[in-house]
């Protein structure tokens, strides 16, 4: 079963290979023949190797999740590297926010209307992260995605996503950096701020 190794974009690097709908992707996980060792997720219909993650990348999530949990209001969650069910895509983010769900999310996992923020921490997966990420959230309409970019030690926060379209994007993108916060923006409300500083390491 062939793989993309994350080298992106997507749509130019894989010309030829079989795409999988969200359901199939699914039925493999359900048969076995996909497994959690694989270390395999689904962008845009293709199996992908997930990035391996180098100290600093995990330091910051942490950092990340920490800062967090410190502003999320009631009704909202925080889940660290788990799936999250979209349109054609079931990504592993590094942090989604989300609403609560009576179940905890025992029968499926998050989908476009629970999400308030979906964050990514990048070094390495920086060209994924940005080429290929945002157009698969844009289209399915993530509100709020961030990139902490450790490379530029900035926060890319990208808002006013354009919904299913031929080149889907997002129409407000901001770049914060030490010294400045980032709104932290869940439902349409500002429930607080973070200092960018507190993101970084």
């Keep these: 079963m062939p793989t993309a190794q994350g080298k992106l974009p997507l749509r130019a690097t894989m010309a030829g290979f079989r795409r999988f709908s969200v359901a199939e992707y699914h ?8 497994t959690e060792n694989d270390d395999l997720e689904l962008l845009d219909g293709y199996l992908v190797e997930k990035m391996p993650h180098n100290p600093v990348h995990d330091g910051t999530l942490q950092k990340v999740n920490r800062r967090f949990l410190r502003v999320l209001p009631a009704g ?6 788990m799936a999250i069910t979209l349109s054609a895509s079931e990504p592993e983010p590094d942090l989604a926010v989300v609403r609560e769900s009576v179940d905890g999310y025992m029968g499926r996992h ?27 959230y844009a289209r399915d309409g993530v509100p709020v995605y961030w990139i902490v970019n450790l490379i530029d030690r900035q926060i890319e926060v990208h808002e006013q996503p354009s919904g299913p379209s031929a080149n889907p994007s997002y129409a407000k993108t901001t770049v914060l950096k030490p010294g400045d916060s980032v709104p932290v923006i869940l439902g349409g409300v500002a429930v607080g701020t973070i200092p960018v500083a507190d993101l970084l390491p």
Aim: charge should be negative; avoid cysteine.
């Design 27 to 34: 039925k493999l996980i359900n048969l076995g023949i996909l």
């Design 76 to 81: 909202w969650e925080a889940r660290v590297q």
């Design 110 to 136: 998050p989908e476009p209307t629970d999400f308030g923020i979906l964050v990514e921490v990048s070094n390495t997966s920086l060209d994924s992260d940005r080429d290929d990420k945002i157009p698969i």
